[in-house]
Every structure is written in C-alpha cells, then in structure tokens.
C-alpha cells in the first residue's frame, strides 16, 4: 500500500466520523485518514446554521463520553457551541491531521485479490485502504418537496439547511413549509423579523414544553472543580430520558403521560380553538420525532402568522398556491422539509465482492449486522448504519457503542492475523429477524403515521426498537462466532 493510502480510510468528520477517529488513535490504530466533503469538520453541526438551531437531546447526553464538557451554558446547547465543542476535541486528541478537507468520496470498490477497498474521490484522487468506515449519517443531503412550479419561483427561496445569512427577513412576506424538528426551530425566531408569516403544515408534530435552562456559571464550576460531578449529571440525565422511553421500547399503551403532557402543552399556549385543532395532531405520540420547543406554539399564535393545513398544488412566480384556490403571495420560501435519508442511501455507490452494489445487498431491505456490518461487503463499517437511529435518547450513545463494535473486531482481527472480516450471514439474519419482530409491534409501525423511519414497505429500517442499554449490552462487543475472520 502507498503512503498516500492509509490502512482505514473514515467518510465524515461528524460526531461518527471524529469519535472513530479519536478512538482509533486511542487504541493504537494510527494509520488513518478521515475524509471530508466540505472544508470545515463537524458535520451536520457544521451545516446547520439556521436562526435557533439547537441541539433537542441534553448537551450533557449529546457529547462523547470520554470527553464530557463541564462548560456547556445551556442544558440544550445552540449550535455553534456544539460546533465549537467537535473543534476543540478534534485538537486537544489529535486528529485534526487527520482530516482532508474537500475530499468528497464519489465511489467505493472492494477489490478482491489485493482484499482492499479502492475509494474514488470526486476528482480523480484514487485511496487503497484495507478498511473503511462510513461515518456519513442519515441527514445531510437536503430535501426539496417536488412541487409544480418550485423553479418558477422569482423570490428568495433556501433550505434549512443552507442557510442564507445574507438575506435580511425584516419586513418581509414568508413562506416556511415543514414543521419538524428544524422549522420548530427557526419559526419562532422568524416571526421576530418578519411582516407576515405562513407555515405550512402537512402533519403537525407532537410538541412537549422543552427543560432548556441556562446553566449558571457556578454550576458549570462546580462540574469543573468536583470530580465526578459532571457524569452524575449525565448519568442522570441518561435515565430520565431512557424512562421516558417506556411507551415507545414497550408498549405505546403506556405513553399516557407523554400525551397528556403535550396536550397540555398545546392547552396552555394556544387560546384559540381553531388553531389548537389545526396543531393537534391525529396519530399516537411518538409515531413520530416528539420534538421540544417553548417558543413555537406562541410564535404560530401570533397575528401576523398563520398556519396553513391546506396542501399545496402549486408554486407561482411570488406565490404558494394552496388546493383550496387560495394564493398566498411571498418574498420567501424557507424549506423545513427534512433529507433525503432513503434517497441518499440509494444513491450510495458502494461495490463488495463480486460486483455486488450494496443496492443488490439491500434489494429485500436495509439491515446490516448490529447496525454496522454487512454479509459480502469485508472491511466495511458503517456507523448510525441500519436501526441504529434513536427517538428518545442521544445517538452520541449509539455512535460510541459502535465504535466499541468496531475496535473489537479490528483487534480480533490483528490477534488472529486476518486481512478480513465480515459477519456470517445467518447471524445477520438471526440479529434483523429478532429485531423486526419487536418493531412490528411498535409505536412507529402502528401508531397511525408515515414517517421517513419506514421504508416503502412500511418496515422501520432507522431505529432501534428498544432502550439503549440493550444496543450497549448486546452490541459493544462483536461476538467473534458471528464473523468470518480470514
Ligand atoms: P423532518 O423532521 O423530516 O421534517 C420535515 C418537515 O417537512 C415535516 O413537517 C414534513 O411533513 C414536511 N414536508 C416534507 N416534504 C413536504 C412536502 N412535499 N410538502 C409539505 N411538507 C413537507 O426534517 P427536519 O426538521 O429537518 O429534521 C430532520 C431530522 O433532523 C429530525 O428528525 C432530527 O432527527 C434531526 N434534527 C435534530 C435537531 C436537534 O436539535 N438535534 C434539530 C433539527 C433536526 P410530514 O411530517 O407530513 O412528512
């Protein structure tokens, strides 16, 4: 192998891609590279920068274990201390070195013979490296919806996740369509700017009061002088959210609570009756992402927004045309509508052994071995891979329980002198069958909504179905009967 073709070659430099990295060099494994679309690490903490982009899980629980932040200033960090926090922790482990920035991998072929991966950067660049782990993640390609019209459309129009700073809101006629997690977001600070808003809503979230205080800097102090303090803190923290995990690891039925708490939600902050009907949403809670936020209900009750159920037939030169008839005319569109996270896995390009794209691997649905590995396709690793998505707790946890996944199989690997490993194919099965029994029954399989969790089948190909000490307790270590070592 070449000098320019390290022994593991990462794909992102998010959370996934970054804590493989640190790991990796912790544990003796320095020969590696971590590749990187844009010109700056970070990830989805890096190209999300719309107006109140915060984090929705604990900051406390979203951060790496073995690099816990005593400084975070809210329990629900924005965004640019987040950023900030993948920075500093790049540098103070060393990794950042490791980094090629604008190295945007277009292709990956498993070349037999020389038992290699053969990685194409968009570019020509050309790496040989004997693995690869995938630390791309689910969310980063932006989704526009495919409306009629949508490029006839003569004003400011952007997604949520490219943000155009430039662009002054003040005064302005908007239209936002999408309500999840990141239009919840950055409608409240919207209609701060704005003359008059429309949102349009084709399914409203299920919302609950958001416990996003500032953490006073005695406090922090306190995390940073008294050892252990501020793991109990995260420990804490960890188990609050895992048991309010009940209804949807168990049984729905006992999502009572959650319920009522976001009804209430919608009770208190919305007066009219009109408007709390159109946000109340019709499927059982946790069907979908269960989002937090304080300041959306009172932003959407505001006068100069309104809320639009009606869907849309049409986009106009300066207006959204709804199926009503109405047109409603705007300076703006901003799309909160979500990815690409099925698209963007179809689009991978990704070949194992013997020509087999992983589209082919996939063609019966999308699952690999503990979310990670995958039969015919040796030396690949994929982080937050198939099921490995969470609704209630930080996948921060589920990344790490990987990367333990990961390392174990790397050093079984050096102790017997194998150049490969892939899982058998019965114990992918065994492990998915399992699964999906538990996910049939389950509250995003029966709770009454489509969500992008499920696949055309109907079958929840993103998450995982039970709490998270389970992934940790079954996953972290890769039983060595379950793969081919050769
Ligand atoms: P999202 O949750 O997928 O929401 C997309 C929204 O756009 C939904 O309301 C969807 O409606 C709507 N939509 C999509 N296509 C549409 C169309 N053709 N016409 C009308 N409406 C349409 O996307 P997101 O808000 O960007 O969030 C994606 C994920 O990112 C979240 O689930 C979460 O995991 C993550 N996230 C996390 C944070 C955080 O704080 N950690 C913040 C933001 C995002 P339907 O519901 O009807 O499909």
Known sequence: MSESSPRIAIVGSGFAGLGMGIQLKRNGFDDFVILEKSQALGGTWHDNTYPGCACDVPSHMYSFSFELNPGWTRMFAPQPEIRDYLERTADKYGVRDHIRFGAAVESMEYDEDAAVWVVTLAGGGVLRPRAVVSGVGALHIPSYPDLPGIERFQGTAFHSAEWDHSYDFTGKRVAVIGTGASAIQFVPKLADQVDRMVVFQRTPPWIQPKPDVAIPKAVRGTFAKVPGTTRAFRDLIYWGLEARAVGFTIDPRLSGPQDRLARGHIARQIKDPELRAKVTPDYTIGCKRVLLSNDYYPAL????????????????????????????????????????????????????????????????????????????????????????????????????????????????????????VEPRPEAVRAYNDRMHRRLRRAVWTEGGCDSWYLDENGVNRSLWPGHTFEFWAGSRKARPGDYIFA
């Open 301 to 420: 009750a505001r006068p100069h927004v309104e809320v639009e159920t009606t869907g849309i037939t049409e986009v106009r030169e300066h207006s959204v045309v709804t199926a009503d008839g109405r047109e409603h005319e705007v300076d703006a569109i901003v799309y909160g509508t979500g990815f690409k996270v099925v698209d963007a896995m179809a689009d991978w390009r990704i070949t194992g052994r013997g020509g087999v794209k992983i589209q082919e691997a996939w063609a019966d649905g999308i699952e690999a071995h503990h979310g990670t590995t995958l039969p015919g396709f040796p030396n690949l690793f994929m982080m937050l891979g198939p099921n490995t998505g969470l609704g209630h707790n930080s996948v921060v946890f589920m990344i790490e329980i990987q990367i333990q996944h990961v390392l174990s199989l790397l050093r079984q690997m050096q102790r017997r002198n194998a150049r490969t």
